[in-house]
């Protein structure tokens, strides 16, 4: 066994260390043999022993009451067979480890990697890459993005089945997205080898559109880059005002535990903030935990594409290593993450995660319109990060954290557009949009689902839906003569059935998260936390589709559910080739729609996102598309909690009259002026 | 006549220039003797004649077609008779001079500024004052906030009246909206004097609660100032990107005209977009042209309080002088704003507009999966900015411009709630918060009226609503067995009357403009820009209600015009006192709605804003919340016109494989790590 060589103990929520991942991967052979090891990763404490130690923290009684080390152990066996369990990290024991049946957990970067080659050498798909237009001697040109079969009524889910999404490429260096082909080979895994061919009825050849790229190549035959763009330096000469105790961190007030996995990627945890001198609990755990993005193209077999990246493929696993300077700016701490390879050795990605500050521009001002006098105060955000790559498609997750008590979720989708081949007199139809010669790119939606584990000053809360509404007293009656009267309605959510709402931008629909027990001394409203998110598209593959039955959680904006320690993925737990029926996750969860959900511990699942009708523009590669959220403090602190940011510059009435010395200035002196007095424009001129 | 000394001639479209002012002022006052000056402010070019000489630029004709400058000029005469015309400047000829029957001007910040003192020494408000126990000597300490009524129904519109919002000030230096007053006096311009007094049933005597302020003062007694912020620098040594020719700016192939005047501040003209050597009009004309803030309380007088900022106050008039390193940081470009003054003398505002680029995060990444080849590209982006202070709101306007060709319009809110007195064992009700002890701020609304004068390749465009909704076929039909269909409804808004429209988050519903006559050479589809807006509320007071008569602008989301040269503001030209019967503006145009807008010179109006449920966390004073939309190119350009902003780093795949060197680096050498190699952290270490 690997001995564990450290210089303090692990934070209990803290991943497995390449040690412990070892560890685990060694219980695992003792006792099976050779095995594909899927995933070894954290078992996270229970909440309830959590609690107790985080509660006894610093005390004598601390260290015995600090959970176990658990390792999550996930392998296949040769033939196919699915074993899950855990596995005690101090004793090498394995606690447990149970035969799955009808269940395909996750797929490793591994598993999609092995496709493309078997299908450059086999003479069905190299069948249909000459009926394509592609001679037998070019397969070395054949790519395939290889995904989950999603599900195919055809062959259910006891076979580990990927479908190869197939394009060409001219060249080596050539974006391969705008030379699709238009069929559609399935693998297995436990075969290795194509066993079926997805070939559509109306044949496409390959695009014989000239290419078009981003690369330097490219760009220099389309006439080169804008020369015109001069830098913009930021620095920090004095450091970063972050701290890091191990995976803690602490930030104007805030501080929390950083945490990653290989499904959901960053998860924070214990999130408290500072209320002078008063550490308040907010949050316990916080995670991106599902997504599904459905593409509206009906013809078969496009049902398919609907991929559950994070339960799917996983957003740790598919996660970049960022680089200075270049993912973001300024000075940077970076944390790597530590995942097991297929044959029971370890991967490392390097700056899995990065965390930086911003200046963020004003956080609050006033003038008084009677005197000018001022105050100007610059705000700052923290904001911890990853950027992970599925297929096409990246995604930076952010979490960003603001001095006024915000928390905002921020997701920003770049990368390729999923496209399908095209002749040249069809029309895309209403279910896409032809972005290039011969490419389709399908409608589709990304929807991302949020789960918000709360703590609002203490383990029980209650969520209400606030709409606003205008008085139900009609214009001229005495209660709303004018008729202006106007008020937040709010329902109450007190069964998880009640709970299921949908997002209604008419009213300003928000959800609140409060805590009954405890009142705000001036509003006499309880405190609470308030979910602002107004990219909230319905799901909209229809009531009993395929896509419908797989993400349960996508089908209402909100879910609220009573918190169960082995409750964390809303479309389940082993998410490939499940069928829908039943749905796993949330709506097994729900059940009935019965329980009660008020004061107690809840958890709090939201599902947003944006509807995408590609458009050329989003062609050949796309620009940023940021969709943001924001978990902000109602009647949770006493007042604005960020008064006591240093202003830029302060002056008061009495200051502006010259009675009082003393005006704040601490205004940034490296700013300048953008022009020489008097240059750079002969109509007005720069002040200084 | 004071003679125009400039090295050029002013474009058609900058603002007025002190001399031009002067020579309006001459021509009035030569004329009709003493009055009050309301607004000398540039009359804009007809389109159709600015059109022409834009035409003509450069050609020997030009200077033929230039437009001539014209003033429009407002003035009050000694009794509040009111007349509005139009001076030309080059001659000093009165074009026209109209009397106005029942119509009152923009308030000045001058008609503000008078209040405040007669309040104080008005016999019948000092006796409010001691009702609400404030004695006759601490008068000095009253302070009011004066706002044109509104509407009062009692009084009409021939009477120019204000009605004071009243506070009390323990110490100069206090912030006065925690000590509200609960009377209201009635101010009369053309008397000076206050003419009547509301006075609420229910009294409300000045709050005891002692003081909570943010100046430094107050923040050291209540424990100082956060001492662990850095500084964060940014710094542009090599200057800004963009050019400056007079008001003209050339950014990255944006080139527009930044024009600003005193109701609706910036405006920007004339926008196009080099799309590879060919400049193309998108946007002739976009300004925020005006907004309403009703506020929610039934209770007499308080339906009057529903300011329209930019018609009754004008966000020229209120906009703040900006500084250096304060109101943004980095290398920035000032224009200033001069208007006349009341006597007929001139006032500059220094730094009214300010303009800099801002690094913008991420542009586009993506990363083959196969071999970590990848494209990272940074985002720059460029701000037009100004700040006005609305009595106790403030509201930064920001025009961001981006690369990729979208144009994103930002309004941050920040400042202090407008608040009114409550008593201690008073419930604030449905209608307000309790923000602070004696504190009540009321539910309000913030709602913008964004005008939109379309060129997309060309005048004559046509908006289409845009609905992503299912497929009408149902599961399990031929046309969608697997129900996943899903496409974009487009519904042509023909009318004036069906073009207005409203929100519909469900189906993530946009509108776009388009030119008909213009498809995509890929898509097929017709050139076009899609607005992208996701807060907005309906408006809450009722049909009917007094703000409804007199917002008809905010009734909808979306309104489309035909294009008339006066129709500039959509709750009318003169705001203040208007009854709302019939309502001003849009409605007017509007008429019967049977005036077709399909493939003409259109406007296109839109309403959106937040609902504001103050609670504790705004008070004392309000960290920013900001609003954000898009104006997006899609199907405009022929791909992503972004792609040759030089990439922060670039790899090929024959590149990552060693076959081909010269992979692009052009990282940014100023970012370091957060801490020194093993410090900072025991348990992960920074990587390079």
């Known amino acids: 066994?690997?001995?564990?060589?450290?210089?303090?103990?692990?934070?209990?929520?803290?991943?497995?260390?390449?040690?412990?991942?070892?560890?685990?991967?060694?219980?695992?052979?003792?006792?099976?043999?050779?095995?594909?090891?899927?995933?070894?990763?954290?078992?996270?404490?229970?909440?309830?022993?959590?609690?107790?130690?985080?509660?006894?923290?610093?005390?004598?009684?601390?260290?015995?009451?600090?959970?176990?080390?658990?390792?999550?152990?996930?392998?296949?066996?040769?033939?196919?067979?699915?074993?899950?369990?855990?596995?005690?990290?101090?004793?090498?024991?394995?606690?447990?480890?149970?035969?799955?049946?009808?269940?395909?957990?996750?797929?490793?970067?591994?598993?999609?990697?092995?496709?493309?080659?078997?299908?450059?050498?086999?003479?069905?798909?190299?069948?249909?890459?000459?009926?394509?237009?592609?001679?037998?001697?070019?397969?070395?040109?054949?790519?395939?993005?290889?995904?989950?079969?999603?599900?195919?009524?055809?062959?259910?889910n006891n076979v580990r089945l990927q479908q190869a999404l197939m394009y060409y490429r001219p060249d080596v260096d050539t974006c391969q997205y705008q030379y699709p082909l238009d069929f559609c080979p399935i693998y297995d895994a436990n075969k290795r080898a194509i066993i079926d061919i997805d070939v559509p009825k109306i044949r496409r050849p390959l695009s014989k559109a000239v290419p078009i790229d981003y690369t330097p190549k490219a760009v220099a035959m389309a006439g080169g880059y804008r020369t015109d763009l001069k830098p913009i330096n930021i620095t920090q000469p004095k450091g970063v005002s972050f701290k890091m105790d191990g995976r803690e961190l602490e930030w104007q007030n805030w501080k929390f535990h950083i945490g990653f996995n290989y499904r959901e990627g960053i998860v924070l945890n214990n999130i408290t903030y500072n209320d002078k001198g008063n550490r308040r609990p907010i949050f316990y755990r916080l995670s991106l935990a599902e997504m599904v993005v459905p593409y509206g193209n009906p013809e078969h077999p496009h049902q398919r594409k609907h991929a559950f990246d994070l339960g799917e493929y996983g957003a740790g696993y598919m996660t970049n290593s960022l680089s200075l300077g270049c993912d973001c700016k300024g000075s940077i701490y970076y944390l790597d993450a530590d995942f097991p390879t297929r044959d029971g050795s370890i991967r490392t990605i390097k700056n899995a995660i990065c965390i930086h500050e911003e200046d963020?521009?004003?956080?609050?001002?006033?003038?008084?319109?009677?005197?000018?006098?001022?105050?100007?105060?610059?705000?700052?955000?923290?904001?911890?990060?990853?950027?992970?790559?599925?297929?096409?498609?990246?995604?930076?997750?952010?979490?960003?954290?603001?001095?006024?008590?915000?928390?905002?979720?921020?997701?920003?989708?770049?990368?390729?557009?999923?496209?399908?081949?095209?002749?040249?007199?069809?029309?895309?139809?209403?279910?896409?949009?032809?972005?290039?010669?011969?490419?389709?790119?399908?409608?589709?939606?990304?929807l991302f689902c949020l789960r918000i584990d709360p703590m609002i000053d203490g383990h029980n809360n209650t969520v209400n839906m606030v709409d606003t509404v205008p008085s139900e007293a009609p214009v001229g009656s005495e209660d709303n003569f004018y008729g202006n009267a106007f008020y937040a309605k709010k329902t109450k959510l007190d069964t998880t059935g009640k709970a299921m709402t949908d997002y209604n931008g008419a009213t300003s629909r928000t959800w609140e998260i409060v805590n009954e027990s405890k009142l705000h001394p001036y509003s006499k409203k309880p405190v609470s936390y308030k979910l602002v998110s107004r990219e909230v598209p319905g799901l909209l593959p229809q009531k009993d589709s395929l896509v419908w039955k797989r993400a349960g959680f996508a089908r209402h904006?909100?879910?609220?559910?009573?918190?169960?320690?082995?409750?964390?993925?809303?479309?389940?737990?082993?998410?490939?080739?499940?069928?829908?029926?039943?749905?796993?996750?949330?709506?097994?969860?729900?059940?009935?729609?019965?329980?009660?959900?008020?004061?107690?511990?809840?958890?709090?699942?939201?599902?947003?996102?944006?509807?995408?009708?590609?458009?050329?523009?989003?062609?050949?590669?796309?620009?940023?598309?940021?969709?943001?959220?924001?978990?902000?403090?109602?009647?949770?602190?006493?007042?604005?909690?960020?008064?006591?940011?240093?202003?830029?510059?302060?002056?008061?009435?009495?200051?502006?009259?010259?009675?009082?010395?003393g005006i704040l200035n601490t205004t940034d002196k490296m700013s300048t002026l953008a022009f020489s007095n008097g240059t750079g424009s002969s109509s007005g001129c720069c002040k200084p």
Chains 1, 2 share one sequence.
């Open 360 to 446: 963020a521009g004003i956080l609050f001002k006033h003038t008084d319109f009677r005197d000018d006098s001022v105050i100007v105060t610059r705000a700052r955000k923290l904001i911890i990060q990853q950027i992970f790559t599925a297929a096409n498609y990246e995604y930076s997750c952010q979490w960003i954290f603001h001095q006024d008590g915000t928390i905002q979720p921020e997701i920003k989708l770049t990368g390729i557009l999923n496209t399908y081949a095209m002749n040249v007199d069809e029309d895309a139809g209403p279910w896409g949009t032809q972005v290039y010669p011969g490419v389709n790119a399908h409608n589709h939606q990304h």
């Open 557 to 661: 904006a909100v879910h609220v559910t009573k918190y169960s320690d082995d409750q964390l993925w809303p479309a389940g737990c082993h998410v490939p080739q499940t069928s829908g029926e039943p749905s796993m996750g949330i709506p097994q969860w729900i059940g009935d729609g019965t329980e009660s959900v008020v004061d107690t511990d809840i958890v709090f699942w939201h599902t947003f996102g944006v509807t995408h009708i590609p458009a050329p523009e989003d062609f050949p590669i796309m620009p940023v598309e940021p969709i943001t959220l924001l978990l902000r403090p109602r009647n949770f602190f006493s007042n604005n909690p960020a008064m006591d940011v240093m202003p830029s510059y302060c002056s008061t009435p009495s200051q502006v009259a010259g009675k009082q010395d």
């Open 1 to 156: 066994m690997v001995s564990i060589i450290k210089s303090r103990l692990p934070h209990p929520l803290d991943p497995l260390s390449t040690d412990e991942i070892a560890i685990a991967i060694a219980a695992v052979r003792k006792h099976h043999g050779e095995c594909f090891f899927n995933v070894v990763s954290l078992h996270e404490p229970r909440k309830a022993e959590m609690l107790k130690w985080l509660e006894s923290a610093h005390s004598p009684a601390s260290e015995s009451l600090r959970p176990a080390r658990v390792a999550n152990v996930v392998v296949i066996i040769q033939g196919g067979k699915v074993y899950d369990g855990l596995v005690d990290i101090k004793s090498g024991i394995i606690i447990k480890l149970e035969l799955m049946e009808g269940v395909q957990p996750i797929l490793t970067m591994e598993d999609l990697q092995i496709v493309e080659h078997i299908c450059r050498t086999d003479p069905k798909v190299i069948e249909q890459c000459e009926i394509s237009g592609i001679p037998k001697s070019d397969m070395q040109k054949v790519y395939c993005d290889p995904w989950t079969i999603g599900y195919d009524e055809r062959y259910g």
